[in-house]
């Protein structure tokens, strides 16, 4: 217990659950989306891109989420274009190998990947600033507003987009709409687990809940919970254990999928 108080003594770490936990109910709320919709690797892509834009803010010296937010969106749309032609994995890939390209290019340009460039690559949220908490906070209410909003318009385009369609859903607006959300998120993620891991914090929740539940919205439900316990459980294992802390979250969002698995595994006995 002494231990836990200590853990909630310090401003950083309750910076970094406020951020933590609103990044994570984003991402498993947009994860059951992409997932359902066999979408799920462009938060990879878009991770490596923004791995790319924040060398490149870096470089220049400017704060790297006012680079990354634009340039990830604009690469969120540019997959969502190439995808309609039935290139997506293709796309993704291309994008995938562009970003990395670019941010190790930029970081041989400025001798080398400095501290600032290992937080974003692997994560480091207890680091995070006040202005960043502040930042994480006002796009993630953005992003739920908008996922509240529409709700009913992404449940109807991710089971079938072409009878969506028909029945009056704006469906260029509504995949446009998550894609850019996606965006945003995959950003703010990076702070949280890093551009290697921002993936698996999206993935993951979705995939334990659909193995729990087939019921969109008690899925939905589990994912986000899921997804938040992953956050609080792993920050104070890494904080317990001095491990880093994106990787434990992403190991205790595993731990949890494999007890979906393995409970799935002993129903049907």
Same mark, same amino acid.
């Given at each position: ?41 462009? @938060?990879?892509? $878009? @991770? ?70 290992? @937080? ?67 950003? $703010? ?34 994912? $986000? ?45």
């Amino acid at each position: 217990m002494a231990l836990l108080f200590d853990f909630f003594h310090y401003d950083f770490v309750w910076r970094a659950l406020i951020a933590g936990v609103l990044v994570a109910a984003c991402c498993a709320a947009l994860g059951m989306f992409l997932v359902l919709r066999n979408l799920s690797l462009i @938060s990879d892509g $878009l @991770s490596h891109i923004g791995f790319g834009t924040i060398a490149i803010g870096l470089f220049f010296g400017i704060y790297p989420l006012y680079v990354s937010l634009p340039l990830v969106i604009a690469a969120s749309l540019l997959i969502l274009r190439l995808t309609k032609r039935g290139t997506g994995d293709a796309a993704i890939g291309m994008v995938s190998a562009i970003g990395v390209a670019v941010g190790v290019i930029v970081a041989s340009l400025n001798h080398g990947v400095n501290v600032d460039m290992m @937080s974003y690559l692997f994560g480091n949220i207890l680091t995070i600033s006040p202005l960043e908490m502040w930042l994480a906070v006002a796009l993630s209410l953005v992003v739920m507003t908008m996922i509240y909003i529409f709700y009913w318009d992404f449940f109807a385009t991710t089971f079938d987009n072409n009878y969506a369609e028909a029945m009056g859903v704006r469906t260029l607006f509504i995949n446009r709409l998550l894609m850019i959300l996606t965006a945003v998120v995959v950003v $703010l993620s990076i702070r949280v687990v890093g551009a290697v891991l921002v993936s698996a914090l999206i993935i993951f929740p979705a995939m334990t809940a659909l193995r729990l539940s087939q019921q969109f919205k008690i899925a939905m439900g589990l994912a $986000l919970m899921v997804s938040l316990l992953s956050v609080v459980v792993g920050m104070f294992a890494s904080f317990i254990f001095n491990l880093p802390t994106g990787a434990t979250i992403v190991v205790i969002n595993g731990v949890f999928f494999l007890g979906a698995v393995l409970l799935g595994l002993a129903r049907k006995k």
